[in-house]
């Protein structure tokens, strides 16, 4: 059962230009949802989050959506820089329960091309 | 120390062989979790410590996997009687908090069964 999916497993962008990732999810229950970044032969790192009170929550470059009647979420990049190229997580948890795992999806390799 | 810590960075083991893969969290973390990432595959979640409390392992493949933390710190993950299906990266993450949110990943364990 997958609950956080990412339908496209790879994505080329041009340099300057906006990267959109998609996520969807199918656990109401979810009420905090993250993006990691990963690039080869490291551990992922935190990119950005949302809290299900927000639609929408901004850091510089990065901007995450949230449409909860979708059950959908996604990650904006603009603009696109080469350094940018990694696979990108989404993950969702049930935070308001308390003590929940992150459940995560299987990955977009996002590819900026100069 | 700064991150979390995983060691060893890689292992090679015969099919067969115990491995014990070991993790140190970012000191005053509560959360631990143990995830993996096979081949292509996303980041499927294995075990979660929090604290005190029982700890969640309804993500462990079979009862070859098993984990423990010592003092809320430490972790280790067993693998017994390895199979080549149990190659992967092994990775760790720590939280400061028990609700799901930010985790830090260490860097991996990347296990090969030959």
């Known amino acids: 059962d997958q609950q956080v999916k990412q339908n496209s497993p790879s994505l080329s962008v041009q340099e300057g230009r906006i990267s959109i990732l998609n996520c969807d999810y199918t656990?109401?229950?979810?009420?905090?949802f993250l993006w990691y970044k990963k690039y080869p032969a490291e551990g992922p790192t935190f990119l950005i989050s949302i809290s299900s009170i927000k639609d929408k929550n901004e850091d510089g470059r990065f901007t995450v959506f949230l449409n909860k009647s979708a059950k959908h979420l996604s990650l904006h990049i603009v603009p696109s820089q080469p350094g940018d190229s990694a696979v990108y997580f989404c993950a969702a948890s049930n935070a308001g329960q308390g003590a929940q795992k992150l459940v995560f999806g299987q990955g977009t390799r996002l590819t900026i091309n100069p | 120390g700064a991150g979390v810590s995983q060691s060893p960075s890689n292992k090679v083991t015969e099919k067969g062989k115990d491995v014990e893969l070991r993790c140190d969290p970012i000191?005053?973390?509560?959360?631990l979790y143990w995830y993996r990432q096979s081949l292509g595959q996303g980041l499927e979640f294995l075990i979660y410590?929090?604290?005190?409390?029982?700890?969640?392992k309804s993500g462990l493949p079979s009862d070859r996997f098993s984990a423990e933390r010592t003092g809320g710190s430490v972790s280790t993950l067993t693998i017994q009687r390895t199979q080549q299906e149990d190659s992967a990266v092994y990775l760790c993450?720590?939280?400061?908090?028990?609700?799901?949110?930010?985790?830090?990943f260490g860097q991996g364990t990347r296990l090969t069964v030959v």
């Open positions: 000191s005053g973390h509560t959360a």
């Open positions: 993450a720590s939280s400061p908090y028990g609700t799901g949110k930010k985790a830090f």
């Open positions: 656990n109401s229950m979810f009420d905090y």
């Open positions: 410590f929090q604290g005190n409390s029982a700890p969640d």
